[in-house]
């Protein structure tokens, strides 16, 4: 008996590795990172601005704020898996997201200007986010590309038509079956003055 268990004393081992309990491989909707919560170094930030303002459209403007100003008022919240529209349908207005792959914000009209200005940042939320993802934010056709590093940026579109319905696009560019990745962040769509 001796003789027989340490023979099979190295693939009883082996079998016990393989009763372990197997976890279940990734899907493209789950979570398999965390959050990104470190702050950017400074060189970080200066090479995401760089980035940003070499794929701006010819109508659109960027300005680095770094924090979003405070707001008590209500806020849209916009969701892969439904958004609330709290905020008044005019501009200005606030909006916080969560777990943004791709969906569209609230549906508002400009009255007093065709230029109209989206301050937002965005961070990483989960998924595989790495070189090949980019988060933007889109109005009319013309693209942003916003770094999911938290910092907050103002981009304003100008000659947008007035009395004419628009809605943002927010979306991960990058997205193929099986291999997403997920933002958060917030911010406020105003006149260029405001």
């Not at 965005?122 to 999911?148: I, K």
Request: with cysteine.
């Amino acid at each position: 008996m001796r003789r027989l268990a340490a023979a099979t004393g190295a693939a009883s081992i082996g079998l016990l590795l393989l009763a372990a309990p197997v976890q279940a491989a990734p899907t493209g909707e789950a979570a398999v990172v965390k959050p990104i919560t470190a702050e950017p170094s400074a060189a970080e930030i200066e090479a995401n601005n760089a980035a940003a303002r070499a794929a701006l459209p010819p109508n659109v403007t960027m300005t680095v704020l770094g924090k979003l100003p405070k707001y008590n008022g209500p806020a849209d919240f916009y969701s892969q898996n439904g958004s609330t529209f709290l905020a008044a349908a005019s501009v200005p207005y606030n909006h916080n997201f969560s777990h943004v792959r791709t969906l569209y914000g609230r549906v508002f009209q400009i009255t007093e200007s065709s230029t109209v200005c989206q301050d937002v940042y965005a961070n990483w939320e989960a998924g595989y986010h790495d070189a090949g993802h980019s988060f933007h934010v889109s109005l009319r056709g013309a693209q942003v590309l916003v770094p999911a590093d938290g910092i907050t940026r103002s981009w304003c579109w100008s000659q947008v038509p007035t009395y004419t319905d628009h809605q943002f696009h927010y979306y991960v560019d990058g997205n193929t079956e099986g291999h997403y990745a997920f933002t958060y962040g917030g911010g406020r769509v105003r006149y260029s003055w405001q």
